[in-house]
């Protein structure tokens, strides 16, 4: 992996995290919602989808970057659309770009010093 591919990894990475606390935000704003008078379902709405397209923009990134099969691609969506998959989405990915970096500054020093 290049170093654009390990930055496609990075950016997903950072969104998925926010993405999964947005998202339980909303599910606990609309029980709220349901059980008393607060409501803040419109404002925590509006930050999850927000956060959402930028997933799903950084993830169509990232599919095409690192050239992901089907499977792997899928998993990453699915994670996004379950309460807590984010914060799964971002252990792995985290893993991911650190490897990339990784074999991105071996290929970079073995081609210096060759």
């Given amino acids: 992996m290049d170093i654009k591919t390990a930055s496609a990894l990075h950016r997903l990475r ?26 803040a379902v419109p404002v925590m709405g509006m930050v999850h989808g927000l956060l959402f397209v930028l997933y799903v923009i950084f993830w169509a990134d ?9 499977g792997i691609a899928a998993l990453y ?29 071996a290929r970079r020093e073995g081609t210096v010093n060759a």
């Fill in 14 to 39: 950072l969104v998925s995290g926010p993405e999964a606390v947005s998202f339980l935000l909303l599910l606990v704003c609309s029980v709220l919602k349901r059980t008393t008078d607060f409501n």
């Fill in 62 to 70: 990232a599919w095409r970057r690192a050239r992901w099969g089907l």
């Fill in 77 to 105: 969506f699915v994670l996004s659309v379950l309460p807590t998959g984010g914060f799964f989405a971002e252990r792995k990915l985290r893993r991911a770009s650190q490897d990339a970096v990784i074999a991105s500054r």
